[in-house]
């Protein structure tokens, strides 16, 4: 078994690793940035290391430098997390060459999957159905035109290198065909380094199904079953569950054997998810494989029992999974990403102290987050605050429950995501089950425009009767201001600064 692991991440999922390694009785090595010195995952932690400032390009992204850190402080192995350095082959590389253990896949197979037109080929090769279109660049427009009238508008241009939705162009028409694949190609370049780009039959309105496998370095590889991903805005997902309402125990066994099809073709060890878009009709068709371990993976364990991070250790010691891949997932589990943004304001990132923060508790309910009360919220890392997990016997059990939760849950300081997810939950569609890709962003106006509560109506008429009431204060000057020297409240600053949208661009690309 390993003794001690180091973890190349911070926040929630740093934390989460700490509780599966004390659980084990290995030793657990945090590092954290100077944003982060006082953070829960520090604390939380047998050791910790600081790493530098709080940009990660100069702290959790210096791979070499954390190899060093590793070597120093005698841990035998490296869990990466999700995000940062936990899907870059060298890095995976790096960590071996340095006779550390790598708790992940190995460096060849990340590289087998990061091509998207390498691991259609693989996919094509091993019988796991992807959507239809080409499988090797294009080389011009004239040849993306005569490739879209093979398959059929629309069709959609994406990036060989891609991820994240960049260097992606739906195109309707053979007219629009050569600007958008000049784009397309401008966008790769920028994101990726690399303009290679190929074409698919766009799918209108899919489901984001997903496939949780687990691989053990003897060449056994099961699955635990899918998680519905549709619920997303601009490709960040905002809720997940599992198991899908679309997804029958026979829809089940397909994509669950064609995951681990692909996992056994790519050469796959450890935690993985094979990404599927689901179409109306029930078709399936492979996407991606992400080599991490997952933001959404709580909801798997909840359905299936098993600890997968518990797993990704026992994987990379060596061990061999011992138990049979369940049948069928138990109950329901749904995961609510709580941001610290404003939903009725474009998701606007909001940052500032954590004054108070009430967890929420209770039958049924988990709560896997790196921040407590006095944390502060800044724009440097990903705005996620936490994620409010829950379990019910079935869907309707499940949303009643994260309803219940989101109701107990308090934070004060800065906005959060609370109220759109509560809205979510109150929503006929998506307690229907009826979501796919765009749901959210059509739906949105509704939700975030959704009638106040009375007790909502209230708390802002005495809000607004306070405020109206300090300003004749204020104006009055001292007399009517109350105690002696009470301050006369200043207008209050625009909420955050406009640079905050510069710095969620520079992010997006970042964050998964
Ligand atoms: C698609 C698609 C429709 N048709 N491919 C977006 C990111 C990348 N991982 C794959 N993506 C898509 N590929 C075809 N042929 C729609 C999307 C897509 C999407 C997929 C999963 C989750 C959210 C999404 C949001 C917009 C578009």
């Known amino acids: 078994m390993l003794r001690k692991v180091l973890i190349a991440n911070r926040g929630e999922i740093a934390l989460r690793v700490v509780r599966a390694c004390r659980e084990m009785g290995i030793a657990s090595v945090a590092v954290y940035s100077d944003a982060d010195a006082a953070a829960p995952h520090v604390r939380e932690a047998d050791e910790a290391v600081h790493i530098g400032p709080a940009p990660s390009s100069e702290s959790y992204l210096k791979g070499d430098n954390i190899i060093a850190v590793a070597k120093r402080v005698g841990a035998d192995a490296i869990h990466p997390g ?197 179409d109306a009709h029930g078709e399936f068709y492979f996407l991606e494989m992400n080599t991490r371990i997952q933001v959404e993976h709580p909801v798997t364990e909840l359905v299936t029992g098993i600890d997968l991070v518990q797993w990704q250790l026992r994987i990379a010691a060596g061990e061999a999974i011992t138990f049979d891949a369940p049948t069928a997932p138990r109950g329901w589990a749904i995961e609510c990403r709580i941001t610290a943004e404003d939903p009725s304001n474009g998701f606007f990132p909001s940052t500032g102290r954590i004054r108070y923060l009430h967890v929420p508790s209770g039958p049924g309910v988990r709560w896997d987050s790196g921040v407590e009360t006095g944390s502060d919220v800044g724009l440097t890392y990903d705005p996620m605050l936490a994620k409010l997990i829950v379990w019910g016997e079935d869907r309707a059990h499940a949303v009643a429950r994260m309803h219940r939760a989101l109701e107990e849950l308090v934070v004060d300081g800065v906005e959060s995501s609370r109220e ?71 207008a209050p600053a625009a909420s955050a600064p406009v640079s905050a949208w510069a710095e969620r661009a520079r992010r997006e690309g970042l964050r998964r």
């Open 82 to 278: 999700y995000g940062f350095l936990s899907e870059r082959e060298w890095f995976a590389r790096a960590v071996r060459d340095a006779g550390l253990i790598w708790i992940g896949p190995p460096a060849e197979a990340i590289g087998a999957t990061g091509s998207k037109t390498a691991a259609r080929q693989l996919a094509m090769a091993h019988d796991v159905p992807i959507v239809p279109g080409t499988t090797e660049p294009l080389r011009d427009a004239a040849e993306a035109v005569a490739t879209a009238a093979k398959f059929g508008y629309p069709v959609l241009l994406k990036a060989a290198a891609g991820g994240g939705g960049k260097g992606m162009r739906v195109v309707r028409s053979a007219d629009e065909i050569a600007g958008a694949l000049d784009s397309a190609k401008r966008e790769a370049l920028n994101a990726f380094g690399d303009d290679a780009v190929y074409v698919e039959k766009y799918i209108e309105g899919p489901r984001h199904v997903e496939i949780q496998v687990l691989a053990d370095a003897h060449g056994t590889v099961i699955s635990l079953g899918e998680r519905e991903c549709s619920v997303q805005r601009r490709h960040q997902k905002m809720i997940e569950e599992a198991p899908s309402v679309a997804v029958s125990p026979e829809l089940r066994k397909r994509m669950g054997d064609a995951a681990v099809r692909f996992a056994k073709a790519a050469g796959y060890v450890n935690a993985g998810t094979c990404e599927f878009l689901l």
């Open 420 to 490: 759109f997810h509560l809205r979510v939950m109150e929503d006929d569609e998506f307690r229907r089950g009826d979501i796919e890709i765009q749901w959210l962003e059509r739906r949105l106006p509704s939700i975030v425009g959704a009638q106040a509560s009375p007790e909502q109506v209230r708390t802002a008429a005495i809000a607004a009767a306070l405020l109206a009431d300090q300003e004749r204060r204020a104006r009055a000057g001292g007399s009517l201001a109350g105690a002696p020297g009470a301050a006369v409240t200043p």
